[in-house]
């Protein structure tokens, strides 16, 4: 029932698709597509280590020079301009490392520490004319989770900010204008709130019933209220409170109800990587797309760098088209997605 789908919807639907790649180079840019095709995907996001093979190797960012070419070379060949994402939060979580020659970043604690408006903005400032100047147009930060549980995952990789949510608002918010000033998206994450959890969600289920408080959700609200945030990461945690049956990432009670409904977001939200074991190891990909549109997820982002799938563009599109042909989901649903994303992308000036 393929043939139903106009080829109008094929493009929404890849729009709401980011996804890693293997590659460093125009040819390599040119036989990813070549594998794709002709379908439409909306970003891609590069990491600097490939982390699929036993031993992890050098993956898409070797140096500046290197990076420039190819994303000139993605952007060349793609119809619709790219979302280029990267996790570049600063510290532990560095892309652009100052070996491969990309200028030096505090991380997001050290920042912190220091708590100073002007050295938050300064250095803000750099981290975003960095990855302005080499392509990127989409950085998955600023982390918003507060520093509430000092052995949490994120906490010890020195993430988060602090416990205040109140300071975590202000230099978020600095940190989030200056990305904006040079057309890169800053993406708020990991809601509701990351901060309070003891597992990592990488390895499988994190329970925070017992240990997450709404005061967690105090930055999103602070920083939504200033009309401040276009872009949100869902987290894969599991709080029976809030939903007691699904994990965020696939919770309309989560994402729709609290998120959009209560909260009054309505910028994109874009998913944490569905290979995590949080998800991966519960559902398969039918479900958790289904599952992710009906929370009004707008991006699927499968970083393809936890497990590697070669196909997985094609796995999406069909998948969706399947359950648009079932009617378990709606085409309003992927146009609402497809609006929001082009409103994105517009406001950066990719179109």
């Known amino acids: 029932m393929m043939n139903s789908v106009t080829n109008d919807i094929k493009i929404m639907i890849g729009q709401m698709i980011m996804v890693g790649l293997r ?34 190797t050098s993956h898409n960012i070797h140096s500046p020079k290197q990076v420039m070419g190819y994303i000139t070379a993605l952007q060349s060949i793609s119809e619709i301009p790219l979302f280029i994402g990267v996790d570049q939060e600063g510290g532990q979580v560095n892309r652009l490392k100052e070996s491969y020659g990309f200028p030096p970043s505090k991380s ?22 960095t990855l302005s100047d080499h392509g990127f147009n989409l950085n998955f930060a600023p982390v918003l989770d507060l520093s509430v549980n000092p052995d949490s995952f994120i906490a010890k990789k020195g993430r988060c900010f602090s416990n205040n949510p109140v300071s975590v608002s202000t230099h978020a918010e600095l940190f989030i204008l200056s990305h904006l000033a040079q057309n890169v998206v800053p993406v708020c994450k990991h809601f509701p709130g990351q901060g309070s959890a003891s597992g990592d969600t990488h390895e499988g289920i994190v329970d925070v019933t017992k240990t997450w408080s ?29 939903d007691p049956e699904l994990p965020a990432t696939l919770s309309s009670k989560i994402l729709t109800d609290l998120l959009r ?50 196909s997985i563009v094609q796995k999406i599109h069909s998948t969706i088209i399947e359950l648009l042909d079932e009617g378990s989901i709606t085409i309003a649903q992927i146009e609402k997605s497809y609006k929001r994303i082009m409103n994105l992308k517009t406001r950066i000036g990719l179109l």
């Open 261 to 310: 409904n209560k909260m009054g977001f309505e910028g994109v939200i874009i998913s944490d990587d569905p290979h995590m074991g949080a998800i991966a190891n519960h559902y398969d990909l039918k479900t958790v797309l289904q599952l992710m549109i009906y929370a009004s997820v707008d991006i699927f982002c499968f970083g393809n760098n936890l497990i590697y799938d070669p």
């Open 214 to 242: 709404e005061t967690e959700l105090k930055p999103y609200q602070t920083l939504m209220d200033q009309d401040c945030i276009p872009a949100i990461m869902t987290s894969h945690l599991f709080h029976k409170g809030l």
């Open 108 to 129: 997001w604690a050290e920042l912190g520490q220091i708590n100073d408006i002007e050295e938050t903005q300064s250095h803000s400032n750099n981290m975003a004319s």
């Open 23 to 56: 590659g460093t180079s125009l040819d390599d840019a040119r036989s990813f597509f070549d594998s794709l095709n002709g379908l439409a995907i909306g970003g891609v996001i590069l990491y600097d280590v490939n982390v699929t093979s036993t031993h992890p």
